[in-house]
């Protein structure tokens, strides 16, 4: 399984960006799509996941950051509004599935950069 994820770059606080993955590969079924991140000297946290009739959200983002999926394309999304410059980090998708065989697995994308500045 390998996840593209595109869309970051280099914005001012206030500004939006959009966050593609695409999934691709030997895939049976996902449980949940995620986009997780990483700022410099920090742990990797999460920031928005999406399964089957919910979302879940890091207090955060809400009400700034959406994330939504294409089954057809295995594709997630996240749309992130009133960037601030905390929100700077390498961003990750995540995808969570159970193969063919009935064994879950996680697979984790490149990351892609995202720097607000002020």
């Known amino acids: 399984v390998q996840l593209q994820a595109s869309g970051g770059g280099l914005v001012q606080a206030g500004s939006s960006l959009r966050l593609s993955c695409a999934a691709s590969g030997s895939i049976f079924k996902i449980n949940v799509m995620g986009w997780y991140r990483q700022a410099p000297g920090k742990q990797r946290e999460l920031v928005a996941t999406i399964a089957t009739g919910s979302t879940n959200y890091a207090d955060s983002v809400k009400g700034r950051f959406t994330i939504s999926r294409d089954n057809a394309k295995m594709t997630v999304y996240l749309q992130m509004n009133s960037l601030k410059p905390e929100d700077t980090g390498v961003y990750y998708c995540?995808?969570?599935?159970?193969?063919?065989?009935?064994?879950?697995?996680?697979?984790w994308g490149q990351g892609t950069q995202v720097t607000v500045s002020s």
């Open positions: 995540n995808v969570d599935q159970t193969t063919l065989r009935g064994i879950r697995s996680v697979y």
